[in-house]
């Protein structure tokens, strides 16, 4: 394993964590709901869906931290495929996180952030809008660590305490219950639960966020596991408690299909003036979920750059890897302008779902090759068999139900190949071999 100047190891325990928690808290917990329940047509099945995507995030932490315990470094699973697979594996992943990983996201975070402050901030064209916070989210952590992770922790801070604040206030003063269904009473099909599982899966995306950074923690070894499973414990309770205020704020037909389901539930709550100050605290979220994959993202792209799978250009140069950043950037705002919102969630649920099943499935071979002295697993084989039959399976019933996110989340793996046998040939890094 490389060795990692103590100068470049910078983040603690609660940096991490609230990496993973503004990493997960973002566009997802605030659109994907008004979604959901149009295609369920019950609040209940959509709050079991909720508690479902966090067990199974859950259940893929346990892993991610035990491989990322065994290979402290920055990279993702580019890096853990490269070390427990094949470097053409590890190349596929970040070839992925570059794309459907951070992009992507990046993008899907900005539009919905314009989408709650279209009522507040006039003159802006939503483009315009949407380019603006990942140009900002990129010149903070296009320079200095320290004030980039300085922010993660202040604004993961802030979020959470206007989130509970939010939670106690309408708790207190929800409205008369509404009807609990859009449609007759039944379970769910399981080809649209499948589906609305996907979308929440990407609203657990980020519960992984701090291996991307483990090469610059200062206890990788400690703190990456507790990291992983404190970000992603707290934000399962957050995100079942705020589904549960939202659908019970107001009737599902208003909610049905809606972007922006909290400020619609703010409205039936408090009004316009609640209205607008939920939308500045998702706001604020949505940007510091943007800003955590623009911290985490371009390590990825570093990290292959110094391996030889990207131009030398790109690879960190400084305290910040700024070129990493800009590419980051860029591709993000060119999401932005040709994409919506709708589009990208189900191709981002597919697509990570891949990657992260074949990380997983790696820790199974590499424990089986090694033993569980060296790769001990809490659970096993429970936690990670759990975490790829229902990834696989939710992926399964997407391609049934949206062929064509299905298929551009393929070629988006399949696009990868070309770009690796033409890759400049470089001598590879001594880190990608076991």
């Known amino acids: 394993m490389p060795l990692v100047p103590s100068s470049r190891r910078q983040i603690g325990l609660p940096g991490a ?6 990493s997960m808290i973002g566009t997802g917990v605030f659109t994907t709901s008004g979604f959901a329940l149009e295609l369920l047509g019950r609040p209940g099945a959509v709050l079991v869906v909720w508690a479902i995507g966090g067990l199974i995030a859950t259940c893929g932490g346990i892993g991610y931290g035990a491989l990322a315990r065994r290979f402290p470094e920055s990279g993702g699973e580019y890096a853990l495929l490269s070390r427990t697979v094949h470097p053409l594996a590890g190349f596929l992943a970040g070839w992925v996180s570059l794309l459907a990983g951070f992009t992507a996201p990046i993008a899907a975070s900005a539009l919905a952030l314009q989408a709650y402050l279209a009522g507040i901030v006039q003159g802006w064209a939503a483009e315009w809008l949407a380019t603006a916070a990942i140009l900002a989210a990129a010149l903070l952590h296009g320079v200095r660590v320290r004030v980039g992770v300085a922010f993660q922790v202040a604004a993961v801070g802030i979020e959470l305490a206007l989130i509970a604040a939010f939670l106690v206030l309408g708790a207190w003063a929800l409205p008369a219950p509404h009807p609990i269904a859009l449609s007759s009473p039944g379970v769910p099909a399981p080809g649209a ?7 929440v899966s990407f609203a657990y995306s980020g519960w992984n966020a701090a291996i991307y950074v483990a090469g610059e923690l200062r206890d990788p070894e400690r703190d990456i596991t507790r990291a992983l499973l404190l ?12 589904n549960a205020v939202f659908l019970a704020a107001a009737p599902p037909a208003a909610l049905a299909g809606a972007a922006n389901v909290a400020a619609v539930a703010a409205q039936a709550i408090g009004g316009p003036r609640l209205r607008v100050a939920v939308s500045l605290l998702v706001a604020l979220a949505l940007f510091a979920s943007l800003s955590g994959m623009m911290l985490a993202g371009p390590r990825v792209y570093a990290r292959m750059a110094e391996d030889g799978y990207l131009p030398r250009l790109v690879a960190a140069g400084g305290d910040a890897p700024a070129a990493a950043v800009g590419l980051q950037a860029g591709l993000a705002v060119v999401v932005v302008w040709v994409a919506t919102l709708a589009e990208l969630l189900s191709y981002i649920g597919f697509t990570l779902g891949l990657s992260a ?6 820790l199974i071979a590499l424990r089986r090759r090694e033993g569980p002295a060296r790769l001990p697993v809490p659970g096993y084989p429970v936690t990670p068999a759990a975490f790829i039959v229902v990834t696989l399976a939710i992926s399964g019933f997407l391609v049934a139900h949206q062929p064509r996110e299905a298929l551009l989340g393929l070629l988006t793996v399949a696009s990868g190949l070309p770009m690796y ?3 400049p040939r470089r ?5 990608l071999h076991i």
């Open 427 to 431: 001598p590879p890094s001594p880190n």
């Open 231 to 242: 970000g992603t414990v707290l934000v399962t309770a957050l995100y079942v408690a705020l």
């Open 357 to 362: 099943a074949a990380t997983v499935a790696s």
């Open 421 to 423: 046998w033409l890759r």
């Open 17 to 22: 964590t609230a990496l993973v928690v503004s």
């Open 193 to 199: 639960f499948a589906v609305a599982l996907v979308w």
